[in-house]
């Protein structure tokens, strides 16, 4: 779903500390209707990122709904937690991040829109799909992809610390490219390092196929530009499967599905 998006300097992490303090305060609440039941959302007003599709994507499901729109996702949940809005619309992952570190919101169970989040490789790439989907099958099946949801989608607080991988690079060096604005699942941490779920899934498939792992921090809009260029070989940062992206590029099997969820004050 997402349109331009910028990575994240120094700059934008104090003004994300600083929001997070307005968020948790609950600054300038207004009375709105409690919502407590999804359909309650038919009418209401949304805050929304601008230059994104997620007003669209509501309208897909409630046509009467009204919005405001907001430079960030963290503005508008900081909308909702003061009153300025009735719900925030986005990914549900990243609705999922903010609610977990911040008291008083939550995100609906019911989405508004469900897709299909997926690492891309280029289409005469089927080895690299191969180690993808085996990479992603094997944490399935022995609990890993279990600890990992811990791990970076807690249900309260901030996610936990990136584990450490040995990568020999006997084979080379394995290029990821994301957008490092995407948390939890491509983020930058405090130590100014690039983390998150995609991460995590991008070194256990550089350490399968014995390589070292560079991670190439880039503009969302840029990702599969730079994919079929060949200046990256896999991309990852919360990217919806659609039909029309899979012309261009050859997707892994889903790893998660999320989509458009509404976030509500408790």
């Known amino acids: 779903m997402k349109k331009a998006i910028w990575p994240m300097n120094l700059c934008a992490l104090a003004c994300w500390t600083a929001m997070a303090v307005m968020l948790v305060s609950g600054v300038g609440c207004a009375k709105r209707e409690k919502i407590t039941e999804f359909e309650q959302l038919k009418d209401k007003e949304f805050a929304v990122p601008s230059g994104t599709v997620a007003d669209q994507l509501v309208l897909s499901r409630f046509p009467d709904a009204k919005f405001k729109y907001f430079n960030t996702v ?14 925030a619309a986005y990914d549900e992952p990243i609705l999922r991040g903010i609610a977990a570190q911040t008291p008083g919101l939550r995100v609906m169970s019911e989405m508004i829109t ?4 997926g690492f891309a490789v280029r289409p005469d790439e089927s080895r690299l799909k191969e180690a993808m989907d085996a990479v992603i099958s094997e944490a399935r099946a022995d609990g890993t992809y279990d600890e990992m949801m811990r791990r970076w ?22 290029r990821f490219g994301t957008s490092a604005v995407t948390e939890p699942f491509s983020f930058v941490d405090k130590d100014r390092n690039v983390v998150g779920l995609d991460i995590e899934f991008a070194q256990r498939i550089a350490q399968r196929l014995g390589m070292d792992l560079e991670i190439v921090n880039m503009e969302f809009g840029g990702m599969i530009p730079a994919l079929i260029s060949g200046k990256v070989d896999i991309i990852g940062a919360c990217i919806t499967i659609t039909p029309e992206r899979a012309e261009r590029v050859l997707f892994s099997e889903p790893y998660y599905t999320g989509g458009i969820a509404a976030l509500v004050r408790e």
């Open 74 to 87: 963290l503005d508008c949940c900081i909308a909702v937690k003061s009153g300025k809005a009735d719900a």
């Open 114 to 117: 469900v897709d299909q989040y």
């Open 153 to 174: 989608l807690p249900e309260e607080g901030a996610p936990a610390a990136m584990p450490e991988f040995s990568l020999d690079g006997s084979n080379g060096t394995l």
